[in-house]
């Protein structure tokens, strides 16, 4: 099986004339150096797309990121939420000036942020459902604190916090993941139908 980056996807969607896809979490700035910032959040503001995602990925700094999102100008739309998603959890305390409750709503505002306003990307915070939602904060910090004895940083640090939480969930954060996935492309799909009618 193969993955690519948020970056990657919206450059490759934008190509094929994709305007909406989903994913778990979107890359951000990382706990501890805030000069380490995904390239998820650059195309994000250049790229007009519609990305839905279960906020970005818990490993992060959160407030960093959804800062970093509102410098760039990306429009952050939470998806019956008021907070921005913590991926693993519904939410972080981080409250979102935007909320909507229905998907011909978020079309439209979608639409108005890209034709009117000449936008860029605009990012769909939708949490993970209630049923599937796990409290890994503390194990978060075990991890980190791991990872900063064993020396471990740069690209060898994400694969390892997950396989950390992996482990110490029992694998209910691989089963969070798939939840939350399957979530978002539902939502994603939802809007993608939407946004069609309205350019039909």
Known sequence: SAA???????????????RVFATGG?????????????????????TPIAVVSAGAKAILDLPRTLETLETLGVLVIGYRTSEFPAFYARSSGL???????TADELAAIVRRHWDELDGGGVLVCN?????AALDVDDAIRDALANAEAAHITGKRLTPYLLARL?????????????ALAVHNAEVGAALAVAIAARTA
């Open 4 to 18: 690519t980056t948020v970056s990657a996807t919206a450059a490759l969607a934008a190509r094929a004339g994709i």
């Open 127 to 131: 949490p993970i459902p209630a049923e």
């Open 26 to 46: 979107i890359g951000g700035v990382h706990r501890g150096d805030a000069a380490d910032v995904s390239h998820d959040l650059i195309a994000l503001a250049r």
């Open 95 to 101: 409250a979102l000036e935007h909320r909507t409750d």
């Open 166 to 178: 992996a482990e110490v969930t029992a694998g209910a954060s691989i089963r969070a993941n798939r």
